[in-house]
């Protein structure tokens, strides 16, 4: 007998992002579109889960360096020494076709949660200047992410043994203060005493992503029981060849909590009487939308508020 889904009040680095971005967008991602895997849910319902699955050009990126970054790594510590186009060629390119193949053709909507949709395929009349040469750049990025984990980051890693890495739960989560509290850090060790948390990044640096390691430390200790001047991050820019590495402290937990609490805290004053518990969102219309159109026009559920733009959008 399958466990059945409970709509619980959780937190999350992405989830906390997502609302700061928008609180309609929250509200779409994590209660319209609750249940809308479901035939007999209403359709705005799975309209907004099937949206709620949209990827973008950027997102796949992300997903596809992981893939041949965890491919190359399980490569090299097999003793062999793959060069990024094999990487790209055996773990991103099949990942970035199939993708093309199920957005393009449309198949992605009739299984939204196993099948890649792109915003830029499902939203082509809001991209009118994207360059038509962006799946080629796509892989040239993705290979340079490659190359500089072949040549900067597995260096550092080429003393660990899987048997030093920490299996990871999908998804991987801990529990604070009655919270559940998801954190999924993408490749993580212990050795001489020490936790080493590492996390891909495809992207640009950004400052918030200290406060995101900051979680991962979280996890660490609440979870696992490290100590906090055990824990070690980084933070891999893989297209830059860069890494930002931070010290696990009493502090940096604290401010992890700090975080957690007035995010979480904010969030719920979007539920009924502030009750987490309950987790029933206010209306709808209480959620307020970004009043930067820009923002809008990036996001999975552009077509459930575009009702709301006036002329002027």
Avoid at 58 to 77: C, F, K, N, P
Avoid at 131 to 160: E, G, M, S
Wanted: charged content about 25%; some cysteine; hydrophobic content about 35%.
């Amino acid at each position: 007998m399958s466990k059945k889904l409970t709509h619980s009040f959780s937190w999350s680095y992405s989830a906390a992002m997502e609302f700061e971005v928008c609180r309609r967008k929250r509200y779409w991602s994590k209660y319209a579109a609750w249940g809308g895997w479901s035939p007999q849910a209403a359709e705005e319902s799975r309209t907004a889960y099937r949206l709620s699955k949209l990827d973008s050009r950027h997102t796949l990126m992300g997903r596809a360096t992981e893939e041949a970054v965890r491919w190359a790594l399980r490569q090299y510590q097999a003793g062999q020494a793959p060069t990024a186009d094999e990487a790209y060629t055996a773990a991103a390119r099949p990942l970035l076709n199939k993708a093309w193949q199920d957005s393009k053709s449309g198949a992605w909507q009739q299984d939204p949660k196993r099948r890649i949709g792109l915003h830029e395929h499902y939203y082509a009349a809001l991209h009118p200047q994207l360059d038509p040469d962006w799946p080629a750049k796509l892989r040239d990025y993705i290979l340079r992410c490659i190359q500089n984990f072949i040549t900067t980051v597995w260096p550092r890693l080429a003393h660990v043994t899987p048997t030093d890495e920490v299996a990871l739960d999908a998804p991987e989560s801990f529990t604070w203060q009655g919270c559940t509290i998801y954190a999924v850090p993408d490749y993580v060790y212990g050795l001489d005493g020490e936790w080493h948390i590492h996390d891909w990044k495809a992207g640009r640096p950004h400052p918030s992503h200290l406060k995101q390691l900051g979680v991962y430390a979280l996890w660490a200790h609440e979870k696992k029981g490290a100590a906090p001047d055990a824990i070690r991050l980084y933070a891999e820019y893989l297209h830059e060849g860069q890494v930002a590495m931070e010290p696990g402290s009493p502090a940096l937990l604290e401010q992890a909590r700090a975080f957690i609490q007035e995010s979480a805290t904010d969030m719920a004053d979007y539920l009924e009487d502030g009750d987490p518990q309950r987790n029933k969102p206010r209306p709808r219309e209480e959620w307020d939308m970004t009043p930067d159109r820009a923002v809008c026009r990036r996001c999975n559920f552009h077509q459930l508020c575009a009702p709301e733009f006036t002329d002027s959008d």
